[in-house]
């Protein structure tokens, strides 16, 4: 296949991807109340928080693209409905973290561990080269729209 095919197939690829994964999101949101928004920030806070670096509004506010005013609006509306919680752990007493709340967690693991279950019969499928292949190339586009979306000036909410 020429080259510009296959940049072209792809490009259409990622596209349904997106969409997809983005009309999934909006099914999630509707059904716990939440705006989009919200969804992408718990999903950030709970990634963090799992990996045992949670997250300060500020960071959240820099990856979303929000003004701090948003961030706070969106993490106070989260908190409110129990899915976050405000820390205070380091010496800095100032600094805030970010944390998931009990039932964020279970929430997510109901609507979204069928998907989990379906993704990891989907992946048996492919070799350990093909699999790295592919995670190659999504880290490689999403820092590429990444940096497309800070030289765009996102970020400004």
């Given amino acids: 296949m020429a080259a ?10 990622l596209q349904d991807y997106a969409g997809e994964s983005g009309l999934l999101g909006q099914v999630f ?9 919200d ?11 799992s990996a045992g670096d ?13 003004s701090t005013g948003a961030t706070t609006a969106l ?3 989260l908190e409110r409905a129990g899915h976050v919680r405000r820390g205070r752990e380091s010496a800095d007493r100032r ?12 929430i997510g693991a109901a609507f979204f561990g069928p998907l989990g279950s379906r ?15 592919v995670a190659r190339f999504l ?4 820092d590429l729209v990444r940096e497309h979306r800070a030289a765009m000036g996102a970020g400004s909410g």
């Fill in 4 to 13: 510009r095919a296959r940049r072209d197939e792809l490009v259409a690829l």
């Fill in 95 to 106: 600094r805030i973290t970010l944390r998931q709340s009990g039932d964020a967690a279970g």
């Fill in 75 to 77: 993490v106070d509306r």
């Fill in 119 to 133: 993704m990891d019969a989907l992946l048996a499928d492919f070799d350990d080269a093909e699999l790295d292949a």
């Fill in 29 to 37: 949101a509707g059904r716990h109340r939440l705006h989009p928004t």
């Fill in 139 to 142: 880290v490689a586009m999403t």
């Fill in 39 to 49: 969804l992408h920030a718990l999903l950030a806070i709970m990634r963090a928080d």
């Fill in 54 to 66: 949670p997250l300060t509004p500020g960071v959240l506010s820099a990856r979303l693209g929000l």
